[in-house]
């Protein structure tokens, strides 16, 4: 699990603003930051796949990694106009990419159910069961088997979202190499283990 910050003081009312209060003029800020990211990770990213079997394409030897943004519900998008962390997703490949790394974003996804801001640790808990990745042999199915994954997120708070898109993506026969969120809900209790590495 990679992050940019805590989720704390300044940087957590600019995620809040950026989501939920209608202040599209800082995913600029937001996405700068996410292809930074991408830029800082490539070499751990390129070390990840090469420790797995990554599948082989006809061209140049690898398919990109697959940079897939944790999905909002239908509801959440209706009310925002938009996917922010698609965006994320799209500035982190940018950055793979920049760094040398095959990437490409990928909205593979889908959540169904509610939103999970105000949901306690139990609710958020429940969404291991609410996002969906399209079925083995469906026409909206790819073929996952052997994909190298990197997930996004706006907030690690739980840890729920991303389990739930990590089993649904395995599930497919995909690899998730890891996750990438702009902040993380620092521990709960002084000397408690990060679950998170901070970039500098």
Do not use: I, N
Not at 185 to 200: D, I, M, N, Y
Request: hydrophobic fraction near 45%; include cysteine.
């Amino acid at each position: 699990m990679w992050a940019c910050a805590p989720y704390a003081g300044p940087l957590r009312d600019v995620v809040v603003a950026w989501k939920d209060k209608w202040r599209v003029d800082l995913t600029r800020e937001l996405d700068a930051a996410a292809l930074r990211a991408g830029m800082t990770l490539a070499p751990a990213v390129r070390a990840a796949v090469g420790r797995g079997e990554a599948r082989t394409g006809a061209g140049s030897g690898r398919d990109p990694v697959l940079v897939v943004p944790a999905p909002s519900t239908a509801a959440a998008r209706r009310a925002r106009g938009r996917e922010p962390v698609l965006s994320l997703a799209r500035a982190l490949a940018q950055g793979l990419c920049a760094a040398g790394v095959e990437a490409t974003p990928a909205r593979l996804l889908t959540q169904r159910g509610h939103d999970q801001v105000g949901r306690g640790s139990r609710g958020r808990g429940e969404r291991l069961t609410t996002v969906r990745a399209p079925r083995r042999g469906t026409v909206a199915a790819p073929s996952l088997a052997g994909a190298a994954c990197l997930l996004v997120d706006d907030v690690l708070t739980t840890g729920a979202t991303l389990a739930a898109c990590e089993r649904a993506l395995e599930g497919l026969g995909a690899r998730v190499l890891g996750a990438f969120v702009v902040a993380a809900t620092p521990p709960p209790r002084q000397g408690s283990a990060a679950h998170e590495v901070h970039l500098t």
